[in-house]
Antibody, heavy 120, light 108 residues
Framework: EVQLWESGGGLVQPGGSLRLSCAAS????????MNWVRQSPGKGLEWVSG????????YSADSVKGRFTISRDNSKNTLFLQMNSLRAEDTAVYYC?????????????WGQGILVTVSS | SYVLTQPPSVSVAPGKTATITCGGN??????VHWYQQKPGQAPLLVIF???DRPSGIPERFSGSNAGNTATLTISRVEAGDEADFYC???????????FGGGTKLTVL
């Protein structure tokens, strides 16, 4: 059974940093692209970042480029999102999701999400 | 950047057919995926590659894509289908994943 478990969320002040982790199990982690998708309270889904199976290619939304960095440790079956220079508008539930194959494919499994609140 | 446009809401009576559209410039040339999200839950993939269903998704869910509009159709709608639905594509020009704004399906 595929399982994705996010951790590392919480309350952070504007301008601060946070690192999200996503522990994966139930599939061969190093053969699938992964991504982060967020959802602000009461709003729709917003893609944040994606990463290839090897980690050699990364992609990011314009809204987070230069501030957020996606990475993965295939030896530990874990996906990361390093978030710097956080803003109030980054407040959202962050989902870790597995692609069916490469990043151009849809996400077929999602974690339950973790809340990040940026506020003073 | 590529934009996907969905109606904010669609209402349908139980047992009837719900149609949710997703508009985009020449979207027919892209692969469209659809997600269902119920309150407090993570999104669930219900249609991929325009019209394919993942294992476990009822045949009542179907999709099509041509021209500037992709469509998700839910036949014989049930109360349990009430949810937000999002379309999604990969934009090869920007190398970005793009979601539509979402459509709230209400079962009357």
């Amino acid at each position: 059974e595929v399982q994705l478990w996010e951790s590392g969320g919480g309350l952070v002040q504007p301008g601060g940093s946070l690192r999200l982790s996503c522990a994966a199990s139930g599939f061969t982690f190093n053969t699938f692209a992964m991504n982060w998708v967020r959802q602000s309270p009461g709003k729709g889904l917003e893609w944040v970042s994606g990463i290839s199976a090897s980690g050699g290619a990364t992609y990011s939304a314009d809204s987070v480029k230069g501030r957020f960095t996606i990475s993965r440790d295939n030896s530990k079956n874990t996906l990361f999102l390093q978030m710097n220079s956080l803003r109030a508008e980054d407040t959202a539930v962050y989902y870790c999701a597995k692609h069916r194959a490469a990043v151009t494919y849809p996400s077929d499994y999602w974690g339950q999400g973790i809340l990040v609140t940026v506020s003073s | 950047s590529y934009v996907l446009t969905q109606p904010p809401s669609v209402s349908v009576a139980p047992g009837k057919t719900a149609t949710i559209t997703c508009g985009g410039n020449n979207i027919g040339s892209k692969s469209v995926h659809w997600y269902q999200q119920k309150p407090g839950q993570a999104p669930l993939l219900v249609i991929f590659d325009d019209s394919d269903r993942p294992s476990g998704i009822p045949e009542r869910f179907s999709g099509s894509n041509a021209g500037n509009t992709a469509t998700l159709t839910i036949s014989r709608v049930e109360a349990g289908d009430e949810a937000d639905f999002y379309c999604q594509v990969w934009d090869t020009t920007s190398d970005h994943c793009v979601f539509g704004g979402g459509t709230k399906l209400t079962v009357l």
